[in-house]
């Protein structure tokens, strides 16, 4: 049964930072393209960031380049998000998502970060 759980969230106040994991199970995670989103209330899911099978590449929004970090552990099944600098427009739902080629992905059910002071 494949499971992507999301942890780290919280409420958090502006200029601080999270770390955001998303832990996967039941497929070959070290093989899979994994990628953070983030959808806020009344706003389409938005990309937030991705990375690679083996690391090689990562992508990010304009938006978090420069302030957040997308990394994965394949030893541990595991894909991180570390975010800095946090704004209150990251208030969010951040959901991992993990993506074998142009194949259905898999999704998570998210976890919430509040930026507020």
């Known amino acids: 049964q494949v499971q992507l759980v999301e942890s780290g969230g919280g409420l958090v106040q502006p200029g601080g930072s999270l770390r955001l994991s998303c832990a996967a199970s039941g497929f070959t995670f070290r093989i899979f393209t994994m990628r953070w989103y983030r959808q806020a209330p009344g706003k389409e899911r938005e990309l937030v960031a991705s990375?690679?099978?083996?690391?090689?590449?990562?992508d990010y929004a304009d938006s978090v380049e420069g302030r957040f970090t997308i990394s994965r552990d394949n030893a541990k099944n595991t894909v991180y998000l570390q975010m800095n600098s946090l704004k209150p427009d990251d208030t969010a739902l951040y959901l991992c998502?993990?993506?074998?080629?142009?194949?259905?992905?898999?999704w998570g059910r998210g976890t919430q970060v509040t930026v507020s002071s």
């Open positions: 990375i690679t099978s083996f690391g090689s590449r990562t």
């Open positions: 998502n993990a993506q074998l080629g142009k194949a259905t992905p898999y």
